[in-house]
């Protein structure tokens, strides 16, 4: 490797890093203004124009905000755990493949940090590791509310990772590729002519218990079980203050930002426009560099679409009780997980090799 | 090799990026602590004995199970990615999958049975 190698690959992991962590602003502002819409009052509009700039005065306000560390608990812990949660979620995004290439510098760039061959499994195995950060900040903490809410937070992220896993393992059969860029490179063109060929119409049982799943992941509402502001204070982060405390929103929204990335990618076509086949694109818009540029803006319309919709559900949805969440996970979404297997196996035997 | 090289420098950025996100506060932020602060929160009542309170040996019994069925789904992966291209070769892999979902399915079933998740 050359030294230019060394500069394109930190300017590409600032660059996407940057870009990723621009999701945590904009989606403060949008779950506020939709909460706001939803309940029917202004929301957030005194900072700013429309209060565009409520997420910075937010920030603002953490940075400046005392930080104090509760003389009970494990200091070490205590500290380590808005880290361990953050780091995680700003690892997993080095596997999505965000567009094709771009040609600069007479090089072919490819728009993705790095394309690991087991990029699938590389993005399961980092992002499992945040619920080390949630269990060790509500043990850490020493507060009866914090422990209880880490220890359902702990057994609901490893309960909904099964599901989640077994989803993707479906995906893995119809492209027969770990490899995040090489599956969206497969979902070109047209499925059965009128279709656009993307995953979800290979993969639909797949897709469902994946989005169920990803939510649980994710500690979002309905299955917020970790928080439930109403029983448990805040759960594991009620000792957190300043910006220790918003560490764990940030990470929560970038997990949010790499799950919808991962559904787009796997079943949405990732960078494709429907129906349309990149090839023919290039002709239109005579240029890489532009095309290169329209599949960015394809691949940040359809994560929004999905950002929006975790925020559409969060405020439209009431919470899971603890064994009923339990219950939906053990008891129906592994089984249907299982039998997603079973028939994509089956059909895909006889149509031999395509779903 | 260039995977790892990305992936090491994406490490040190973020790395980076958590550290400074964290000591930052530290420096801006006014320091006044008094005891009240620094006690234990429960909604402003004086915290009763021990935090560390004995909790439910189910909580223990779902990681154990999920080990166990994390090994087992783990095992689906290198099948599923040479099973599209196995097909032609005749059902061999079809059987292979028939069997362990059955043995897989089993267990489930079992644990479901046994009400191991009713935690109330």
């Given at each position: 490797?050359?030294?230019?190698?060394?500069?394109?690959?930190?300017?590409?992991?600032v660059?996407?890093?940057?870009?990723?962590?621009?999701?945590?602003?904009?989606?403060?502002?949008?779950?506020?203004?939709?909460?706001?819409?939803?309940?029917?009052?202004p929301?957030?509009?005194?900072?700013?124009p429309?209060g565009?700039?409520?997420?910075?005065?937010?920030?603002?306000?953490?940075?400046?905000?005392?930080?104090?560390?509760?003389?009970?608990?494990?200091?070490?812990?205590?500290?380590?755990?808005?880290?361990?949660?953050?780091?995680?979620?700003?690892?997993?995004?080095?596997?999505?493949?965000?567009?094709?290439?771009?040609?600069?510098?007479?090089?072919?760039?490819?728009?993705?940090?790095?394309?690991?061959?087991?990029?699938?499994?590389?993005?399961?195995?980092?992002?499992?590791l945040?619920?080390?950060?949630?269990?060790?900040g509500?043990?850490?903490?020493?507060?009866?509310?914090?422990?209880?809410?880490?220890?359902?937070?702990?057994?609901?992220?490893?309960?909904y990772?099964?599901?989640?896993?077994?989803?993707?393992?479906?995906?893995v059969?119809?492209?027969?590729?770990?490899?995040?860029?090489?599956?969206?490179?497969?979902?070109?063109?047209?499925?059965?002519?009128?279709?656009?060929?993307?995953?979800?119409?290979?993969?639909?049982?797949?897709?469902?218990?994946?989005?169920?799943a990803s939510?649980?992941?994710t500690?979002?509402?309905?299955?917020?079980?970790?928080?439930?502001?109403?029983?448990?204070?805040?759960?594991?982060?009620?000792?957190?203050?300043?910006m220790?405390?918003?560490?764990?929103?940030?990470?929560?929204?970038?997990?949010?930002?790499?799950m919808?990335?991962?559904?787009?990618?796997?079943?949405?076509?990732?960078?494709?426009?429907?129906?349309?086949?990149?090839s023919?694109?290039?002709?239109?818009?005579?240029?890489?560099?532009?095309?290169?540029?329209?599949?960015?803006?394809?691949?940040?319309?359809?994560?929004?679409?999905?950002?929006?919709?975790?925020?559409?559900?969060?405020?439209?949805?009431?919470?899971?009780?603890?064994?009923?969440?339990?219950?939906?996970?053990?008891?129906?979404?592994?089984?249907?997980?299982?039998?997603?297997?079973?028939?994509?196996?089956?059909?895909?035997?006889?149509?031999?090799?395509?779903? | 090799m260039?995977?790892?090289?990305?992936?090491?420098?994406l490490?040190?950025?973020?790395?980076?990026?958590?550290?400074?996100?964290?000591?930052?506060?530290?420096?801006?932020?006014?320091?006044?602590?008094v005891?009240?602060?620094?006690g234990?929160?429960?909604?402003?009542?004086?915290?009763?004995?021990?935090?560390?309170?004995?909790?439910?040996?189910s909580?223990?019994?779902?990681?154990?199970?999920?080990?166990?069925?994390?090994?087992e789904?783990?095992?689906?992966?290198?099948?599923?990615?040479?099973?599209?291209?196995?097909?032609s070769?005749?059902?061999?892999?079809?059987?292979?999958?028939?069997?362990?979902?059955?043995?897989?399915?089993?267990?489930?079933?079992?644990?479901?049975?046994?009400?191991?998740?009713?935690?109330?």
């Amino acid at each position: 490797m050359e030294a230019f190698d060394y500069i394109l690959s930190i300017s590409k992991v600032v660059l996407i890093l940057v870009g990723v962590i621009q999701v945590v602003p904009i989606m403060i502002y949008v779950e506020r203004k939709v909460a706001a819409l939803i309940q029917d009052r202004p929301g957030p509009n005194r900072v700013g124009p429309l209060g565009l700039f409520q997420p910075i005065a937010d920030a603002v306000k953490f940075l400046f905000k005392e930080d104090p560390i509760p003389l009970n608990t494990n200091r070490f812990l205590y500290t380590l755990a808005p880290f361990l949660s953050l780091l995680p979620a700003c690892l997993v995004i080095a596997a999505l493949p965000i567009a094709d290439k771009a040609i600069l510098f007479g090089r072919e760039i490819y728009i993705q940090i790095t394309d690991l061959d087991v990029s699938l499994i590389y993005i399961l195995a980092i992002g499992s590791l945040g619920v080390y950060g949630i269990l060790f900040g509500g043990w850490a903490s020493n507060n009866k509310y914090s422990l209880i809410g880490s220890l359902r937070s702990a057994s609901q992220m490893v309960s909904y990772e099964l599901p989640l896993g077994l989803a993707v393992v479906g995906t893995v059969m119809v492209y027969g590729t770990f490899s995040l860029r090489e599956m969206v490179l497969q979902q070109e063109g047209t499925f059965l002519g009128f279709l656009p060929n993307w995953g979800i119409f290979y993969q639909p049982l797949g897709f469902l218990v994946f989005l169920v799943a990803s939510f649980a992941e994710t500690n979002r509402l309905p299955f917020d079980l970790p928080e439930t502001e109403a029983e448990l204070v805040a759960g594991f982060h009620t000792e957190y203050g300043s910006m220790k405390f918003a560490t764990f929103f940030m990470a929560e929204y970038m997990n949010l930002a790499t799950m919808a990335g991962l559904m787009t990618v796997m079943y949405f076509g990732g960078w494709h426009l429907p129906w349309v086949k990149d090839s023919q694109l290039l002709e239109w818009l005579g240029s890489q560099n532009l095309l290169c540029i329209v599949q960015i803006i394809t691949y940040i319309v359809k994560v929004a679409f999905f950002l929006f919709l975790y925020v559409l559900i969060r405020w439209t949805l009431p919470r899971f009780r603890f064994d009923q969440l339990m219950e939906l996970s053990w008891g129906s979404l592994i089984p249907l997980g299982l039998i997603n297997i079973l028939l994509s196996a089956v059909i895909m035997y006889f149509t031999g090799g395509k779903v | 090799m260039e995977n790892l090289i990305a992936l090491a420098v994406l490490f040190a950025v973020a790395l980076l990026l958590c550290g400074a996100i964290l000591a930052i506060t530290q420096i801006l932020g006014p320091k006044n602590p008094v005891p009240e602060r620094l006690g234990t929160y429960e909604c402003g009542v004086k915290p009763e004995g021990n935090p560390r309170i004995p909790f439910k040996s189910s909580f223990y019994l779902i990681a154990v199970l999920f080990l166990l069925f994390d090994v087992e789904a783990a095992f689906f992966l290198p099948w599923a990615l040479v099973y599209r291209d196995s097909i032609s070769a005749g059902p061999e892999l079809l059987w292979a999958l028939l069997v362990y979902l059955g043995l897989m399915a089993v267990g489930l079933f079992y644990i479901l049975r046994k009400k191991i998740l009713k935690l109330n």
